[in-house]
């Protein structure tokens, strides 16, 4: 009993302190959808996240009444510290949860180009979600989860033309 409050403890404090937590909706786990950054607040025991409209991040895979794994980064280091399960409960517009929910969101939104009307906007077009712990913290996998860059015909930076040195000196003489 201890060990499943100090799991609650960790959940929600790393939570609240990290700006930004990996999210993926455990419907697109099989896929091989990776698992996406979203920004969040803490509040009334739930991850509350805005997402799914115009201007808003996306939020694949996050169902009603389906479940997802959240990790949660190191404010400090940026690495993994925790990860944990949840259930997705979708907050219906003008629900007491939906209003409570939206007044911290907006709170901490930046850059919202409507300004005050954002709730309107959220109302009309997004999705406002509750990721609610459904228990303890998950095991940490021992290694890597970083996936392999995508190809791309980028390189890396080339030997110096041979005739560029002379190039150059020739400028500075000049002036």
């Not at 790393?14 to 419907?27: H, I, P």
């Not at 929910?101 to 005050?116: F, I, Q, S, T």
């Amino acid at each position: 009993m201890t060990d499943l409050l100090l799991d609650q403890a960790l959940v929600e404090e790393a939570t609240k302190k990290s700006g930004l937590v990996w999210v993926r909706g455990d419907g697109v786990a099989e896929s091989g959808v990776p698992s996406r950054p979203v920004w969040h607040v803490w509040h009334d025991g739930a991850m509350c996240l805005v997402g799914d409209g115009p201007g808003e991040q996306p939020l694949p895979g996050l169902v009603d009444g389906g479940t997802a794994s959240v990790t949660v980064r190191s404010k400090d280091k940026g690495g993994r510290l925790v990860s944990w399960s949840a259930s997705v409960v979708e907050a219906a517009p003008g629900t007491p949860e939906w209003d409570a929910a939206v007044a911290e969101l907006k709170g901490k939104r930046l850059n919202a180009p409507d300004g005050e009307a954002v709730p309107e906007r959220w109302a009309r077009e997004c999705r406002v979600l509750r990721l609610v712990p459904t228990g303890g913290t998950d095991a940490l996998p021992d290694g890597s989860l970083a996936a392999a860059p995508p190809a791309t015909p980028a390189t890396t930076r080339r030997e110096m033309p041979a005739g560029l040195p002379r190039l150059l000196l020739k400028r500075r003489k000049r002036g």
